[in-house]
């Protein structure tokens, strides 16, 4: 079973200004082909179809408690999207009456990269790549083979980085750039966890690969306080009492990579602490939420009174 706590996995900066083609360069890390989508796809179907989990339960431990992981990837992307589209909050832009409609006050609209992110979405995020072609299940490798599979992911959170690494290079606002420096840092600890379950399996030093890409994480800005605080070093559960017995692979003696922070690997219960998701307000113009909002807001604050 999964559980949802009402946070992401890092604090995102309010953007400067609205910028959809930003936006649109995000969508890459959510709905391409190496994006955040594919990750938790390739995890979460692995984990459900693993065969021996008792055998192996390091193993599928580890796969299953990424995909976990994953699935707050998605949430941090689709909010870095949906906050860039839209840029800074007005206040109470809600209770406002969004103007007059027939002065086209999306205009610029119809020039923007990803059209259909504000036409069909309402400036939010969307499983489609940066071109928007839809994500789709031919991402998704799932052999029942735990060494392919998991050479598989080694070979997704390496091509991952390089996307990752390239759309960063194509940003300047802190909401794109806060998304691409933590995964960034949280990709690495992926490949090399991947790596690392083959070496226990296999022999192979396969983590003498990384970094693949050879992206110099302390180089860039926004990685520097994951660094800092030793998240490369770490892997959550995700679980209040699940999944520890991946410490035998991520763990156990083994230490950062050369180029990190040194330090010891370590299984972390539970998930990090996390940020604040950021509210996106109403735009009446753009008719979200609509009906009437004074009555829908009249009527959330008592059913949140009654609730308490």
Known sequence: MFMRVDKLQANLPAPKRADPNAAAALQELLGGKYGEMSTLGNYMFQSFNFRSKEKLKPFYSLVASITAEELGHVELVSNGVAMLNNGPDIPDADAMDGGDISGAPF???????LAAAFLSGAGGAMPVNSNGAS??????????????DLLHNFHLECGARLHKLRVYETLTDPTGREVCGYLLVRGSVHAHAYALALKKITGVEIEKFLPTPNIPLAKIPECQKYLDEGSHRRLYTFSPNDYKDMAGIWGNGEVALPNDPPGE????DGMPEGGK??????????????????????????LYKKSR
């Open 107 to 113: 205009e610029d609209m119809k020039d923007i990269r």
């Open 135 to 148: 994500w789709n299940n031919d991402f998704i490798t799932t052999t029942g083979n735990v060494v392919i």
């Open 265 to 268: 690997l370590e299984v972390v």
């Open 277 to 302: 998701i950021h509210q996106l307000v109403g735009v009446p113009s753009a008719f979200t939420p609509d009906y009437a909002p004074e009555e829908m807001f009249e009527i959330a604050e008592k």
